[in-house]
């Protein structure tokens, strides 16, 4: 939570400042509808495990139920020097899985393809495709948690690590006991560093855990698990572009609302996205849980 | 677009032959009857005051300095000075001998009755070649009701036709379409360039400090250059020359109070004028610790002096300092604009008017976190104008007027600085280079009157521009990635631009009530702002013209149709305009304007068009008084990288819009005044599709402002109780009660599309409105 994401924090603030005066609510809007594309959400890391890529489609806006999955389709990974092909779940509709013994290596370039489907249903069979090259990402030497009580309340994650000389951008999570719990586009946090580039991060606050959300409550014993990912420039536009879109909008501060960018082409969105992973872990103990808790 | 400076020739070619004839008919000797026009009862120069020499069925009207001059054939007159609100004087005057006559009008207490004798001074409106122009008088400004109470000059230019709020309650405002950074706002001549307190709810005009007010969006005259849309004209008083006076008022969330006075009578005088909002006094009895732990308020300080040295030289010194302070315990932010203008007005002759101005004009703001912390920062924003510029008007006869002039402004842009604050910081200094600019302008304009009917204005303003060292320049591709950059030394101008700007309006007398007006002008803007949403913040990001952005260009016709009704009580026009801007600004989607170093690459160039139809009814007096106001417009943009290079509507685009202003005396004590609006809403885009990605729901879009916000409408009322008016009453006093959105409209600030927190599978459309009704109760007084 730094530079540009703290500035957009701040303005968030500023905007929320605001809204304590102002009154929300709900209205009837007819809206048009649209043609109906592919939506791909797809991850390879360097972690070994299942990896997975979803299929679904859009509907229209108040569409209201689970989107559409897109089942039968032929989903294949080339890392440049094996093509993997991946199954389709039995269990959940749309998910194409790589064996669980699979992982991917920094520096590759993945290429995803999908065939045998037809989206725009004029009989023809469609293709689709996207390549990710994986970026490294450094180790981080450890993390704190610390209470935190302005606006929001909750336990912010700190960390102490090294930015590289290189210019990168970054991804933030939080595992609780093994699950991961900022698990939405609204709870993830990219940055670049471009304005702390090659700098040490001296316990940058970098992730929250809310006292709102049950399964982010910390209790002594609980194990907290920092996740940062190694990301390219271009995901981390998409996720920057696909949270303005997702998150409340005034117009003090939003420009025109926008398409988010995708790395497909031939009309499909969402995004097929290599990145790196790196960890770090705490033991919520009795100082920091009580010590902080009023 | 070579046309309009051919007309624009031939205009000047046709009329000077005109000139020589009258020169040769001449017989004998001209001389000059001169001087100023002031308020009896404070000093105050007189704007616009009207001086008709009844004989010949002409005259002239006083400049922004009050000034007048007419120089006519020896023999006898009858002069008539007038002015809205004050009473008619008249003088009979044998010319046998150049003249001075400063004339001081007194004010017209018996305005409320119906029979007031209305001047040919109302003639202006239909005999002048003006169009698009607007006055609004201080007194009728202050009867407006507004929100919590704050009389705003802005809040009251946005009831006229043609002008919008740029959002609800914000100052930003609109004119024909046009973005609210093509506003040239100027207060006595210094460039204000964010008007906005509070988010924008209130402007930093002080009612109490302010003279008049002009608008002019169509035919700005050449005097003045810069901006595309229109120029706002604000005067400061000048401080009372007679007697030591005062004004003030407690309001809902401010107290203002004003001080004037002479130093010495009848030649020096000062002004002082504060105002102070106090919410935030109360902020630590709240409940609420995160309440508490607020700061919010603004300030304004206006200070003016002035000094008559002789009845040829006058100095006035006037200056504007506010600020805005919001802080909570996570962040805080300031900002504000500064003004200092020091004009010496100097009479070459009865007949050569000049006035020399050195200008200084800033603004700034700052925005950070508390202190301390790895992450703490600090980001500082500023730009700074300093400028000279020399004007004359030269009276030649009762028909021909000329003006000219040259204008010359340093621009110091510093877009952002940012750095960490604690010890051990993650940051490094993060500095965007600075801009500077140099800009010129020179122009020549006349007022002529041909025969009985014919009025001209026609004048010719040529601009330049300059990149000046330091600077550097990023080049881009074609995809507008920054591929290398381009480093100018110290003093180094590294890039022109200039060009004419063409400025010509006509007016036809039909007969003594009605006419017909039509005016051409061409405007440069080289100066813009980055900002893509549409109320505004006060994170302004001014940049100039470079060579990877070229100045805006808009040409603007217009013709109208102007009459006065019932013995000129009531003013009615119908005027028609088109305009068409090239190298509009506009950016591309998901541009980030703030602290990036590469902006220019987020800039999409396109054209802009507009066309609208405006209709005025206007009563300025009488016990019921105000104006009813149409428009019907329409404006687009076409940028080709934008919506697929299809046309879509401007951001400000409100077809239809209606104002009706009133105002109603009861009695001399108790008036009422209510506002009432309606336009349709703000171009908007919404999602036709959404997506599923890692829990949430994303939308897939429509067009580019495909769809509309709901309609807009709002009645403001109020009601004031004032002093009983006795002639020698010294302390008058009212008391203003009033309700913003009276009917309690829930007009939609923001809509948005958000997912169900029960279920997520649903999402549904969310509103978000600002205001319900809002009371406030107001305390003014004066002495």
Known sequence: ?294 | MRKPLIITLYLLFSILPLMADGEEEETGPRYTISGHIRDAGTGENLIGAAVMVEELNRGTVTNVYGFYSLSLSPGFYHLKISYIGYELQELAVNLNENRTYNLELKEDIQELAEVTIRSEGRQAHVRKPEMGVNKLPIKSIKRIPTLMGEVDVIKAIQLLPGVQASSEGASGFSVRGGNPDQNLILLDEATVYNASHLMGFFSIFNNDAIKDVTLYKGDIPADYGGRLSSLLDVRMKEGNLKKFSGSGGIGTISSRLTLEGPIIKDKTSFLVAGRRTYADLFLPFAKDPDVRDNTLFFYDLNLKLNHIFNEKNRLFLSSYMGQDVYANPFAKMAFGNQTYTLRWNHLFSARIFSNFTLLHSRYQYELGTPEGDANSFVWRSKMKDYSARADLNFYISPEYTLKFGLISTFHDFEPGNAFGTGEGSLFTEFILPTNYALENGVYVSAEQSAGERWNLRYGLRFSSFHNVGPGTVYNFDDDYQPIDSAVHGSGEVYHHFMGLEPRVAVSFMINDVSSVKSSYSRTRQYVHLAQNSTAGTPLDVWFPSTPNVNPQISDQVAIGYFRNLFNNLLEVSLEAYYKEIRNSIDFKDHANLLLNRFMEGEIRIGEATSYGLEFLLRKNDGRLNGWISYTYSKTTREVPEINNGNPYAAPYDRPHDIAIVGNFEISNRIWVSANWVYSTGLPVTFPTGRFEYMGNIAPVYSNRNAYRMPDYHRLDVSVSFGSKPKPDRKWHWDLNLSAYNAYGRKNAWTINFVQDEKDPNTTHAEMTYLFPIIPALTWNFRF
């Open chain 1, 1 to 294: 939570m730094k530079s540009i994401t703290t500035l957009k924090t701040i303005i968030l603030i500023f905007a929320i400042s605001i809204s304590l005066w102002n009154c929300t609510e709900r209205i009837d809007i007819e809206l048009d509808s649209t043609y109906t594309r592919l939506v791909v959400e797809g991850f390879i890391t360097n972690d070994t495990t299942a990896h997975w890529v979803r299929l679904s489609e859009t509907s229209d806006y108040f569409h209201n139920e689970t989107a559409p999955a897109v089942t039968g389709a032929e989903v294949t990974i080339d890392d440049g020097e094996q093509v993997h092909r991946l199954t389709e779940s039995d269990t959940a509709k749309g998910w194409y899985l790589t064996s669980p013994d699979y992982h991917g290596m920094p520096g590759r370039t993945y290429t995803l393809v999908i065939r045998n489907v037809d989206i725009d249903e004029d009989g023809e069979l469609e293709e689709y495709t996207a390549s990710s090259t994986m970026k490294p990402v450094n180790p981080i030497d450890s993390i704190k948690i610390e209470w935190f009580d302005t606006f929001f309340s909750g336990y912010q994650v700190r960390v102490w690590a090294w930015d590289s000389p290189d210019p990168d951008w970054y991804a933030f999570k939080v595992w609780k006991n093994g699950v991961l719990v900022t698990d939405t586009l609204y709870e993830l946090i990219v940055q670049n560093d471009e304005f702390f580039n090659g700098n040490y991060t001296y316990g940058i606050p970098s992730q929250f855990l809310s006292t709102d959300k049950p399964e982010e409550v910390v209790e002594v014993g609980d194990t907290i698990t920092f996740e940062i990912n190694g990301i390219t420039e271009e995901y981390y536009g998409y996720v920057i572009e696909a949270q303005s879109q997702v998150f409340p909008q005034t117009p003090l501060f939003s420009g025109p609302p926008a398409n988010i960018r995708t790395n497909f082409a031939n009309g499909a969105i969402g995004f097929f996205e290599a990145y790196s992973v790196q960890y770090s872990s705490t033991i919520a103990t009795a100082d920091i849980v009580n010590g902080g808790k009023p």
